[in-house]
């Protein structure tokens, strides 16, 4: 009987660490609900002890996902588990994932200690976290370059401390398949209690083999394969779920297993991973690149036409990429934008249809048609704005040309107020964020300015993604409208937005800080 191979999503931890600024509550929110409509078994949404943001987010999403288990990781210290469980006890079901280097070159340069000491730490910490949770993973760090002996007795200790899924990472992306899979049989063959516990495989990408090890793993006996999408991750990136999801699926009868994924929201769920995370997907990337159907060959174009199968493996439908079509005009109603929405899969909570329904008025005066695409990056902005937010763009005008300096006036809501400046610029979109920054008194450094397209030739809707530096830390904004100058003052103000929040955080922590201290003293 086929055997189901659990899906272990960790986007908004282990790929959050490649970005180049940090996601908001907001949007790591957004993701882990696209990820329970996925479907995905277990989503690891955080490291809790890093940062109250982190935290915070951790239990936000902890409260909001049902149908996924919500997991956070935590080093083998106390106080990482400890903090792993504060954040996870409000989910309707949670994992502990903690963690400790198996590895001699880990064990002797990093930790300075020896492997007995490792599994004396690992069995403690495991044993404290079980305290929590019955669901508890334990991953042995650099596992692909632990001998396979040391990695046998961890193995062994650590189900016997209670831990029910076992990781075997290969941390650095340095094995190859055939010696990956030999690892887990002899995993499988060696460990007497490892009928207790799950085997898991986490693998990098840095020789280009973590998909190809992940599958290895699995028909070695890993019953669960971790990874994001995308293969978003640090230096060469993570597993791509999307990829090994779709093999399993094509290749179940060889493998004799199977995912419970829902394949058609594979497509929507990675492209709003790479609209939020500002990583363009290649379009050669296996799957979901834009390339991934296309066919140039008039060979292969003829064969396609004859039948889809002599070149195709997989059809755009069973990821959910369908045709695009041309749906609604200013003349729609709010029932039509709705039922396109329920059409492509949205629930009503995934959006606010008031937001949507007076955005997508707008964008249709300008535009004239509407698409999907156009749907969904309206649903996507306002999603992030459905919360009152304290800088509003209220006005601009913009004057510029090729031989004046240009020159923007920009009106802004700030909070309860209403302030305008002038500034000039080298260009139109410096000045504009010249004028937003004596308003904002915040002097954010702009280090990143990208602009893509969301649409086609003149219907297309301009997006633009930024970071900006503000005392050391890097804040992402995102704005979209049919005007560039527009979508730019509206990323910069999402920005801002951002670091008004964090500021607003770290005033209250200071604030319960100052309180507690004082409580102390009396």
């Known amino acids: 009987m086929s055997q189901q191979v659990i899906i272990f999503d960790t986007t908004l931890r282990d790929g959050e660490q490649a970005l180049q600024a940090s996601l908001s509550v907001k949007e ?29 987010s951790v239990q936000t999403i902890a409260r909001q996902v049902k149908n996924s288990r919500v997991c956070a990781l935590a080093r083998c210290v106390e106080k990482d588990i400890d903090a ?88 650095v992306g340095y094995t190859l398949p055939g010696e990956y899979s030999n690892i887990f049989a002899q995993i499988r063959s060696r460990v007497p209690n490892i009928d207790k516990a799950i085997l898991s495989v986490h693998t990098h990408d840095d020789l280009g083999m973590a998909v190809g090890n ?47 994924i829902n394949h058609h929201e594979i497509y929507r769920t990675s492209q709003m991973v790479s609209q939020i995370c500002n990583m363009p997907i290649p ?25 889809r199968e002599n070149y195709e ?29 329920d059409e492509m899969g949205y629930k009503e909570d995934d959006y606010s249809l008031d937001a949507l329904y ?41 004057q510029s040309g090729s031989s004046v300096m240009a020159t923007a006036s ?8 209403s302030k305008a400046e002038a500034a000039t610029g080298n260009g139109p979109v410096d000045a504009v964020y010249q004028a937003i920054n ?36 890097k804040f992402h904004g995102v704005g979209l409208a049919t005007d560039i100058v527009e979508s730019s003052a509206k990323a910069m103000i999402n920005a801002l937005n951002h670091i008004w929040r964090a500021r607003q955080v770290e005033q209250e922590l200071q604030r319960k800080s100052k309180t507690k201290d004082q409580k102390e003293t009396v």
């Open 28 to 56: 790591k929110l957004q993701i882990a609900l696209a990820l329970e409509r996925l479907g995905v078994d277990v989503m690891e949404v955080g490291f809790p002890i890093s940062s109250p943001g982190d935290f915070e």
């Open 84 to 171: 792993a469980y504060e954040s996870l006890k409000v989910a309707d079901a949670y994992r502990i994932h903690t963690f400790l280097a198996t590895s001699p070159m880990h064990i002797a340069t990093k930790l300075k200690s020896t492997l007995p000491e490792v599994i004396e730490r690992a069995t403690r910490m495991i044993k404290r976290a079980r305290n929590y949770t019955d669901d508890v993973e334990f991953s042995c760090e650099d596992g692909g370059r632990t001998p396979i002996d040391d990695l046998c007795r961890v193995v062994e200790a650590a189900i016997n401390a209670g831990a029910t899924t076992i990781n075997i990472p290969d941390t």
């Open 214 to 260: 992940a599958l290895a793993a699995v028909q070695a006996g890993a019953r669960q394969v971790e990874g994001t999408l995308n293969g978003l991750g640090e230096r060469a990136g993570n597993c791509a779920l999307e990829e090994v999801i779709m093999a399993i699926k094509l290749r179940s009868q060889l493998m004799d297993v199977h995912t419970r």
């Open 283 to 307: 379009a050669n990337k296996a799957v979901v690149g834009s390339g991934a159907f296309a066919h140039s060959s008039g060979i292969h174009q003829d064969g396609v036409l004859k039948n």
């Open 313 to 341: 493996i997989m059809t755009p439908e069973s990821i959910g990429l369908n045709q695009i079509q041309l749906n609604l005009t200013s003349r729609s109603g709010r029932a039509a934008v709705k039922h396109r929405m």
């Open 358 to 398: 007076d955005a997508f008025l707008k964008l249709a005066d300008k535009k004239g048609q509407v698409f999907d695409y156009d749907l969904e990056a309206l649903a996507f902005i306002n999603k992030q704005n459905e919360e009152p937010e304290h800088f509003r763009l209220d006005y601009f005008s913009v």
């Open 410 to 417: 920009v009106k802004l809501g700030c909070g309860e107020e």
């Open 438 to 473: 004596r308003i904002t008194d915040f002097d954010a450094e702009l280090v990143k300015y990208q602009l893509s397209a969301k649409g086609h030739g003149k219907d297309a809707l301009g997006q633009v993604d930024i970071v900006v530096n503000y005392n050391g830390r």
